[in-house]
């Protein structure tokens, strides 16, 4: 029987998970996949995710590789996967890929997306799924300084200690904002970020918003490399990993 190469697209509720990748100690989606594959397979299997999204961190398109020795195609697999793994984890795209597709290491692009709800009364069920503000703030404000961290830059200031990198130069694509009604869309486009990276944006967006920093300050961040002038960190649970961009591959057949 030869090795097969699957790649799934997950969807999961970050809430009650400690992240993406798999801890000893600790619940999280990788390790839940991996029981799930192992438990069908009856041999442990070593998952690739394409994004490690952090705890309460959620995802609606997180891709994932794994080869496997099973006469299973691609729909069977799907249908397994969903009948073994809990109901805020599901499979939502499976295919069988070539044999060299690395979820990780070919990707182009990864897209996120981070939620605020702008004031307004807070439901208790949104409380796991957005950053709600006390106090309106001014997306003007906001959409003025977004360019200031599109392309090239050292992001030195806006990423937590704990990385695995001593390179801090990325490139940003774009950040988008929408607004409908209350709520506010971001959206980051970037082929990586660093650790807390997006968050610590985003705090630094809603400061602006709300007067308590300008462009001014927004530059020094990036000027001075100081940790110590974005000490805040925008909540896990407005933050969603939407999409992951691949360069268009070959003889791929999918199970939607």
Not at 45 to 70: C, E, M, P, W
Not at 215 to 225: L, S
Request: with cysteine.
């Amino acid at each position: 029987m030869t090795v097969k190469n699957f790649r799934l697209t997950l969807s999961y509720n970050g809430a009650g998970y400690y992240g993406w990748q798999k801890q000893s100690k600790f619940l999280s989606v990788q390790g839940l996949l991996e029981y799930a594959l192992e438990k069908f397979l009856g041999a442990g299997v070593k998952t690739t995710g394409a994004s490690r999204t952090d705890a309460g961190v959620h995802a609606y398109g997180q891709v994932v590789n794994f080869r496997a020795h099973t006469p299973l195609d691609a729909a069977g697999m799907k249908a397994v996967l969903n009948g073994l793994l809990p109901e805020d984890i599901r499979v939502i795209n499976a295919s069988l890929c070539n044999p060299g597709f690395n979820a990780r290491h070919n990707v182009r692009k990864k897209l996120y997306r981070y939620v605020i709800r702008n004031s307004g009364i807070m439901y208790p069920f949104y409380r796991d799924f957005c950053w709600h503000l006390d106090k309106k703030t001014d997306t003007e404000k906001i959409k003025a300084v977004l360019p200031l961290f599109e392309g090239v830059k050292d992001y030195f200031s806006f990423t937590r200690s704990g990385g695995e990198t001593e390179n801090y130069e990325r490139r940003v694509d774009s950040i988008k904002m929408t607004c409908r009604g209350r709520d506010i869309f971001l959206d980051f486009t970037a082929k990586s970020f660093l650790y807390n990276m997006i968050r610590k944006i985003t705090a630094a967006l809603v400061c602006v918003g709300d007067g308590e920093m300008n462009e001014g300050d927004i530059r020094k961040m990036f000027e001075a490399r100081d940790r110590r002038l974005c000490r805040h960190l925008a909540p896990p649970g407005g933050l969603y990993l939407v999409k992951i961009i691949y360069e268009r591959e070959n003889g791929n057949t999918s199970a939607d």
